[in-house]
């Protein structure tokens, strides 16, 4: 089993910058990627970035250039830099941890933007 804690949600005004963290615990051998989701008020959860063992990213085509994943091998801990927030960035995040192909969840962090 894989422990996720995640933090750094929070409300921030709209240009404004949060940066999240999600520290992985437990069965952490074997991880093949850890990302961040995030899912709006009546939307489906969505892919927002990604980040493999191998250092290898990927992100939504809607936070490119504003969003960076990173990870801290030593810490099992992975973050999500947001910067020029904007009023649809807002929701609930959640961290997302891939070993042996089977997902783990945190149980997610709200980031509210204001206009």
């Known amino acids: 089993q894989v422990q996720l804690v995640e933090s750094g949600g929070g409300l921030v005004q709209a240009g404004g910058s949060l940066r999240l963290s999600c520290s992985a615990s437990?069965?952490?051998?074997?991880?093949?990627?850890m990302g961040w989701y995030r899912q709006a008020p009546g939307k489906q959860r969505e892919l927002a970035a990604i980040i493999t063992t191998g250092g290898s990213t990927n992100y939504a085509d809607s936070v490119k250039g504003r969003y960076t994943i990173s990870k801290n091998n030593y810490k099992n801990t992975v973050y999500l830099q947001m910067n020029s927030l904007k009023p649809y960035d807002q929701g609930v995040y959640y961290c997302?941890?891939?070993?042996?192909?089977?997902?783990?969840w945190g149980e997610g962090t709200l980031v509210t933007v204001s206009s």
């Open positions: 437990g069965s952490i051998d074997s991880i093949n990627a």
């Open positions: 997302k941890v891939v070993r042996n192909d089977i997902p783990y």
